[in-house]
Each structure stands twice: as structure tokens, then as C-alpha cells.
């Protein structure tokens, strides 16, 4: 990154500034009431965050208009923290609820349609654009959030690099941005059936696609393979990749497979899985109509790898309603 690059974008009023507290970002509604990433010029970002936070280069658009994002805590835009993220995600999602909405720090607007929102609450409504800048914007900020300080000799770091990296001042460390490979993956058996579990921690009625992270030094399909076993005692054979998603809760790259089975006995490990069963195609579809079964929400790579399976677009109860 060419130096002073983010200090010339917010020099020029056409640049535009995604403003994430915590892990909400400013979002604008239309006029049907859709939610929509809020793109500030600089000159009319709030007073109250001038001179906080971490600025961080997005990138430009087609039309060489630059993007930036203004990450600063939840503190200092005047919103409650909230619970923290472990490895698994949101705790108060896991527990069947949508994340709590805080309006007490909401910014005033002239159109009274400035507020702060949570991805899992809007992503799914935004565009790709808006949900791509949105993703970028919150694993970036999150990373510096929780890396303030040198790995090596534990002195206080710089943002450079405009904003995709750190460079301690005593040792000259240069540290970078992390992701942590993780697998999902949608098991099914030679009679077309699908296994989805659930953690304890989690309502009856919720199950999802089993999941897990990546070893050092293992394959992406010996995780596969791995997880399945562990979790459910199921064998896996055959392990086809499907697609990928990010997934910044907190710096996850999510690399969905569908796994064929070898063998179907299923047996809950009681750590990770609290239950597991397969469903049918029939037997989904009418857990699914009895809301029975609540699947995960639409902005994850779980609900899509389930759907590959079904073959259609699910309408059905989900976990952030």
C-alpha cells in the first residue's frame, strides 16, 4: 500500500466511509425500509468519532471511487458492548435468539434512518456489495481489535499499511491479518439422506450442518473426514467441495463440502453434538412445515449446503427469528 493512501481518500469528499462499531456497522434504510451499507463523505462523518479508531482501505470501485472503513469500539460510539465471540460465534445466537438491538447510541439523521446493525440481522438483505464491504469491514476490525499488542516482545503497535497491517515500533514485527480455516459439511447417506446435529447449547429444535476447524498439517478433507467421526461416529468416503464463505465471528474462512457416508450408525459425541439423526427427504420436509426443525439462517453457508441437498431454496423457521 502506497503511503498516506487513506489519509488522500478522506482529503476527497467523493471518497466513501463505512463507519463499524464493534461489530455493527451504520446502515441506512430506503424508502421501502431495506437496509442498505451507509456511505458517508468524509466532512459528514459524526463529530464525536473524529480522530478514534482504525482507518482501513477497502478498495476502489469501477468508477475509481474509493471505499474506506472507520473502525472504532463499541465504547466510543457510545453502544453497549456485547457478549464476546468465541471460536463457535455469537453465544446469545447459540442460545436460539437474534443478537439484542442496542438503539441508545443510534446517530442522529436528518432522515431519521441511521442505525447500527449487526451482519447476521442485516446481511442477508444486503446486496453483494454492501455484504461483501460489510464482511471485509468487520473481520479487518475485529483483527485489530484483539491485536493491539506485538506477538514477539508485547509493545503496543502501529497500523500501517493502511490498515491491513501492524509493525511493532521495538522489535519491527510486522504482523498481519489472520484467518482460520474452518469446514462445514453437508453428510449424506447412499439413501439420500442428510445428518444434521445440534449442541447442547442450542433449542431442541435447532440443527445445523456438522462443522469444525482445520488442524496444522491436515487436508481439508481429513477434517472432513476428522469432525465427522469425532462428533458423530459416522465414517466418511467420498468428500466433494461445494463452495466458501467468510465468516468474520471471529476470522473464519467457512470451506463447505458435501460428505458421503459409509457407514450410518450415529452416535452423539456429547461434547460438540449433543444429538444427531438423519432426515429424509420426506421426514425434513415435514419437520420442516411443522417448525419442528429450525434451520440456519440464510446468511450462512449451512443453509446453502442444506438446500444443495434439497435441491430448492427452503422456506422455513430459522434461527434469528
Excluded at 135 to 154: D, K
Excluded at 198 to 210: D, E, G, V
Excluded at 267 to 283: K, M, N, S
Excluded at 298 to 308: N, P
Aim: aromatic share 6%; with cysteine; glycine share 10%.
Amino acid at each position: 500500500m502506497e503511503p498516506g493512501l487513506v489519509e488522500g481518500l478522506l482529503a476527497d469528499q467523493s471518497c466513501a466511509v463505512l463507519v463499524l462499531a464493534g461489530d455493527r456497522l451504520l446502515v441506512r434504510a430506503d424508502a421501502a425500509g431495506s437496509p442498505g451499507v451507509a456511505l458517508l463523505a468524509p466532512g459528514s462523518l459524526p463529530a464525536d468519532l473524529a480522530g478514534r479508531g482504525v482507518t482501513v482501505y477497502l478498495g476502489e470501485d469501477e468508477a475509481g471511487r474509493g471505499y474506506v472503513a472507520l473502525a472504532v469500539t463499541a465504547a466510543e460510539a457510545g453502544l453497549a458492548e456485547l457478549a464476546p465471540l468465541d471460536r463457535r460465534g455469537d453465544p446469545r445466537v447459540d442460545r436460539g435468539g437474534a443478537p439484542p438491538v442496542d438503539r441508545r447510541g443510534d446517530p442522529p439523521a436528518a432522515d431519521g434512518r441511521l442505525r447500527w446493525a449487526g451482519l447476521r440481522e442485516v446481511g442477508p438483505l444486503l446486496d453483494d456489495a454492501g455484504a461483501g464491504l460489510f464482511t471485509m469491514a468487520l473481520a479487518v476490525g475485529n483483527w485489530h481489535a484483539t491485536h493491539t499488542h506485538c506477538a514477539r516482545c508485547g509493545a503496543p503497535t502501529d497500523v500501517v499499511q493502511a490498515g491491513w497491517a501492524r509493525m511493532c515500533p521495538r522489535c519491527r514485527a510486522e504482523h498481519y491479518p489472520r484467518t482460520d480455516p474452518a469446514v462445514i459439511m453437508a453428510v449424506v447417506d447412499d439413501r439420500d439422506r442428510i445428518l444434521l446435529g445440534r449442541q447442547a447449547s442450542w433449542p431442541p429444535r435447532r440443527y445445523s450442518t456438522l462443522a469444525g476447524f482445520v488442524e496444522p498439517g491436515e487436508s481439508l478433507e481429513a477434517a472432513v473426514r476428522r469432525e465427522v467421526a469425532e462428533e458423530a461416529h459416522v465414517e466418511i468416503g467420498d468428500v466433494e467441495y461445494r463452495g466458501s464463505q467468510p465468516w468474520p465471528f471471529p476470522s473464519s474462512l467457512m470451506l463447505g463440502f458435501r460428505a458421503y457416508a459409509l457407514t450410518t450408525v450415529v452416535q452423539a459425541d456429547g461434547v460438540e453434538l449433543a444429538h444427531a439423526r438423519w432426515w429424509t427427504r420426506q421426514e425434513f420436509e415435514a419437520d420442516v412445515a411443522s417448525r419442528e426443525l429450525m434451520l440456519p439462517p440464510r446468511v450462512s453457508i449451512a443453509r446453502r449446503l442444506i438446500e444443495d441437498w434439497y435441491g430448492a431454496p427452503v422456506e422455513a423457521a430459522d434461527w434469528a427469528r
